[in-house]
């Protein structure tokens, strides 16, 4: 068989194919609302359109007689979230993602500057293993496992009895607002486990960060006369903020929104995630539930604020 030869000086005809991918090689605005298109749709129907779903819901009020929706606006739910129980549940969750994300950042911190600055080969990789080891298993399998641990007759009770140091642990417990029956029902066994659970969404952020900050900064400072702390303080911190923002976005909203570790870890002290819970799902007040779940989105709205102020989406 004969092959068809083109004649010389034939020009190549563009295929459908060809002739796309020149649209989309020249026009970039194009590509970038092909590429994007889909999440963004995707985005705005399931998440926005969950959001508008939310505050419909939060205007309208349940019938306590017939325990019925009456799909009616107004604003009692609103009214009802400045009742001293529920201000008190507020401001609880936000003081313990508070706390929770300062402790993140403070164990996190060195650890993260060891990583970026003196690690190299495989001890950093071992270190980046240690670090998302934990998010390796199911969140319900390390929320049990602490449960067992913070047990009166746990591990950890065990080990400060051989230490003989369980008077310590005694004063603890004993001492208000974050004691208990035991570490497993007691405000301080519930704090202990969100910083557990979270650090690892800390680390890495502002491990990036510091890997990012020029060694001839650091040179510089030296040569201006800075001792270590002066630079730590003065020039890796600020430059590491970023990154310290980033993580403490991640620290922040995870510990505001979750109900699962309080309920499992601690006593009967309500959090915001609870009482959102209980409201939809236990007594069937969608209206309320809807409106108490946008306090920790309003929380979170003014917090990222914050935290775009210090770059913390350059470290994302």
């Given amino acids: 068989m004969s092959a068809a030869v083109r004649p010389e000086?034939?020009?190549?005809?563009?295929?459908?194919?060809?002739?796309?991918?020149?649209l989309l090689y020249t026009r970039r605005g194009l590509?970038?609302?092909?590429?994007?298109?889909?999440?963004?749709?995707?985005?705005?129907?399931?998440?926005?359109g969950s959001l508008a779903s939310l505050l419909a819901n939060s205007v309208f009020r349940l019938d306590d007689f017939t325990g019925q929706v009456v799909r009616e606006i107004g604003i009692s739910n609103f009214v009802e979230l400045f009742a001293p129980a529920n201000l008190d549940v507020a401001l609880r969750s936000l003081i313990m993602s508070v706390l929770v994300t300062a402790a993140c950042i403070v164990i996190a911190f060195p650890l993260a500057y060891y990583m970026a600055r003196y690690a190299t080969g495989t001890q950093?990789?071992?270190?980046?293993v240690a670090v998302m080891l934990p998010l390796w298993s199911s969140y319900l399998v390390r929320l049990y496992a602490w449960k067992l641990l913070l047990a009166k007759e746990g591990a950890i009770s065990w080990l400060m009895q051989r230490l003989e140091m369980q008077w310590l642990l005694d004063a603890l417990l004993a001492t208000p607002v974050i004691g208990g029956n035991s570490l497993s029902f007691s405000?301080?066994?519930t704090f202990i486990v969100f910083v557990y659970m979270w650090l690892p969404f800390v680390v890495l952020p502002i491990q990036a960060a510091i890997e990012r900050v020029p060694v001839s900064c650091i040179e510089a400072s030296a040569d201006l006369g800075a001792?270590?702390?002066?630079?730590?303080r003065q020039v890796i911190f600020p430059l590491a903020m970023p990154g310290i923002a980033a993580g403490s976005i991640f620290s922040f909203s995870l510990t505001l929104g979750d109900y699962i570790i309080p309920q499992v870890i601690g006593n009967s002290t309500l959090y915001i995630g609870q009482v959102v819970y209980r409201h939809q799902g236990v007594a069937g007040n969608l209206p309320f539930a809807a409106a108490f779940s946008l306090v920790p989105i309003a929380i979170i709205a003014v917090y990222v604020w914050l935290?775009?102020?210090?770059g913390a989406f350059d470290a994302l």
Avoid: C, E, M
């Fill in 124 to 128: 950093k990789a071992l270190l980046y």
């Fill in 227 to 232: 001792n270590p702390s002066q630079t730590l």
């Fill in 31 to 48: 590509l970038l609302g092909v590429l994007l298109g889909p999440p963004l749709i995707w985005f705005s129907v399931i998440y926005l």
């Fill in 9 to 22: 000086g034939a020009q190549h005809r563009p295929t459908l194919t060809d002739r796309l991918s020149t």
């Fill in 307 to 310: 935290a775009r102020r210090k």
């Fill in 187 to 189: 405000p301080l066994g």
